[in-house]
């Protein structure tokens, strides 16, 4: 198979501070991978860095082998952010709408995707009102649907399902599963770890460190654990312990 | 095509905020308003007190328009000023005029002292001239066969023309001008420039920068959302300032329009521009003092010729000196076009650098 993404040795620094360290990740066609991690530990500047809103300081991002940054690839990428970054004194409608005319979607395509993408969400019946007026759940949701406006190859979701209900969030994974069996590309970062568990490959992010990585089933086996959060303990344990003894 | 779906969402969020609109077009005419009615009201006549002076000075006082009193008996000027609201006491003692200012308003105590001189002078010129005549023929009865010819001096007529303005000029004539182009400036300035910034601290703008929008399209797109609105905005400001407060408008309005709209083009870019450097509002107001205020300094209130080298080199860096000075040339004076060419370029020279330092300053934000 051939990886989506890929990251070779990227390392992003603000001023003295390290927030990742030679990261390499490689993301194949179809797959749904998990970044886990807990907050502060650079999941977020990894994200933008592969979206291309910010630049590693050393290595190389490759997405569809085109290196990012690359305002061609931004068409195939669906990117939610971790803060829902709408316009509150717009409708949801009109948000759908303002974004999906950014991917220059032909206007059947737009009116189809938008009835699409707020069905998904279960959003259709408040598409009239202003988003100011969305509980926070809403928001989350409507942040989804326009990550999904242009029908993207590669979906990069920050937290997707922070504070929205289990329900929701049910029937948020089934679609995701739903789209990677479609062909598309997942690439979701999580500090849920039942939510790892669904993925097919994940990396755990510490301080700027992929500390471990493989599919769930695998991390489990390699630390001998059944559940996903103790790999994590575990496996954040063991680094602890290296840095004591370097 | 990006351009204009920014474009048509920055219109509806225009619109739908209503208070900021009625701020952007509804304020300027407010405190035109004002300014108008405080500054072409006529000042109030001087109220001067008089004691002991002759009838001929206070005749020749009350035809200089003020507002003469006056008192048998002497007080303490200060004491007599203060109740009889006086704005200066004038005083006869043997030989002596004593004039007492009161000078809480300089300019009015100025006024009042120019008229006590000039009656003063006009007084003695009378005496003088009577004196004079008393002597002519003083002589002229002692050697009655001499002849004696005294060639009464004429005072000279004298009739004033103007250049610019005339007789009924006041100062908000001259001022008006900079104050329509500086209201429309400031206006578009805060309101281009919190415009860009809530974008930019709801985290909006970082997310458009994960579309494949180009990062001239969002200056593109934000130039004509609110340049419409600047259009509308500096097409109210000025029919009102010359139609209903009837200001004086020599030259031709649309030109007034179009030095208009270059100075609220530049404020847009300017205030995009600045908002990069802002945080929250607060630190967009805090431009305020340091961008936008100078800029009615050079903008023509104060005589420019009168300014330290320095500060007419600091001038030429304002866009409102441009704007100012080609607002008062048509508006006063009456230039054509032509003659205000030279400011209007230099205004789209300074909306050009900002349109290019603002795709730069977006850089920030994603380096494509």
């Given at each position: ?9 990227v ?35 990894l ?19 085109t ?11 669906g ?14 409608q ?17 009116k ?7 069905n ?12 100011l ?23 990069i ?18 679609e ?15 500090h849920?770890?039942?939510e ?51 | ?47 001067l ?8 000075l ?7 328009e ?104 006041t ?10 182009g ?40 934000y ?19 010359t ?23 530049v ?20 431009f ?59 205004l ?21």
């Open positions: 198979m051939t990886s989506t993404i890929e990251l070779i040795q390392s992003k620094s603000f001023g003295k501070k390290n927030v990742l360290k030679a990261i390499n990740i490689k993301v194949d066609a179809g797959q749904i991978f998990g970044l886990i991690g807990p907050s502060g530990s650079g999941k977020t500047t994200v933008k860095i592969i979206v291309g809103m910010d630049q590693p300081s050393t290595g190389q991002v490759q997405v569809l082998n290196q990012v940054p690359n305002l061609k690839l931004l068409q195939s990428i990117y939610m952010a971790q803060a829902d970054a709408l316009y509150n004194d717009l409708t949801g009109e948000n759908l709408a303002f974004f999906a005319s950014l991917y220059k979607l032909s206007k059947e395509v737009k189809e995707r938008i009835a699409y993408a707020a998904l969400v279960e959003l259709t019946p408040h598409l009239s009102k202003k988003v007026n969305y509980s926070g759940g809403m928001k989350r949701r409507l942040s989804l649907a326009i990550a999904l406006i242009h029908d993207p190859q590669i979906l979701l920050d937290e997707p399902t922070v504070g929205i209900d289990p329900e929701l969030r049910k029937s948020i994974w089934a995701i599963v739903r789209l990677k069996s479609e062909g598309k590309t997942i690439l979701i970062t999580t849920v770890m039942d790892a568990e669904k993925c097919d490959q994940l990396a755990m992010v510490r301080d700027g460190e992929i500390i471990s990585n493989g599919s769930p089933a695998t991390l489990k086996s390699h630390y001998n654990i059944n559940s996903l959060e103790e790999v994590f303990l575990k496996a954040g344990g063991e680094k602890d312990e290296n840095n004591r003894i370097s | 095509m990006r351009t204009i779906a920014l474009v048509k969402r920055v219109c509806i969020q225009m619109v739908r905020d209503k208070r900021t609109l009625a701020l952007m077009m509804v304020a300027p005419l407010v405190i035109l308003t004002l300014l108008h009615f405080l500054i072409s009201s006529d000042p109030n006549t001087p109220r007190g008089v004691n002991g002076a002759e009838e001929s206070i005749d020749e006082l009350k035809e200089k003020l507002k003469v009193i006056q008192f048998d008996q002497l007080k303490s000027p200060n004491q007599l000023i203060k109740v009889k609201d006086l704005d200066g006491v004038l005083q006869m003692e043997g030989d002596q005029l004593n004039l007492t200012l009161t000078n809480d308003d300089p300019s009015k105590a100025k006024l009042l002292q120019t008229k006590v001189m000039q009656a003063i002078s006009t007084v003695n010129a009378k005496e003088q001239a009577t004196n004079l005549a008393h002597f002519v023929e003083d002589i002229a009865q002692q050697q009655p066969n001499a002849p004696i010819n005294l060639n009464q001096i004429k005072m000279p007529e004298m009739s004033t023309s103007y250049i610019y303005g005339n007789s009924e000029t100062f908000f004539d001259q001022l008006s001008p900079i104050l329509v500086f209201f429309v400036f400031f206006f578009v300035f805060l309101i281009s420039g919190i415009g860009l910034l809530r974008e930019r601290t709801t985290g909006t703008l970082d997310r458009l920068m994960a579309t494949p929008i180009q990062r001239k399209d969002i200056v593109f797109g130039l004509i959302g609110y340049g419409l609105f600047a259009i509308i905005q500096t097409i109210i400001v000025v029919f009102y300032a139609k209903v407060l009837d200001i004086m408008l020599i030259g031709s309005l649309w030109n007034v329009i179009l030095i208009n709209l270059a100075l609220a083009l404020a847009l870019l300017l205030g995009i521009l600045l908002s990069a450097f802002a945080n929250s509002e607060f630190q967009m107001m805090q305020i003092p340091i961008a936008i205020v100078p800029q009615v300094f050079f903008a023509g209130i104060l005589p420019f010729e009168g300014m330290p080298d320095w500060m007419q080199i600091v001038a030429k860096f304002m866009p409102m000196y441009y704007g100012g000075n080609a607002l008062v040339d048509v508006m006063y004076k009456g230039f054509g076009l032509n003659d205000i060419k030279n400011e209007l370029f230099v789209l020279g300074f909306a050009l650098i900002f349109i290019v330092l603002n795709i730069v300053a977006l850089k920030k934000y994603r380096k494509i």
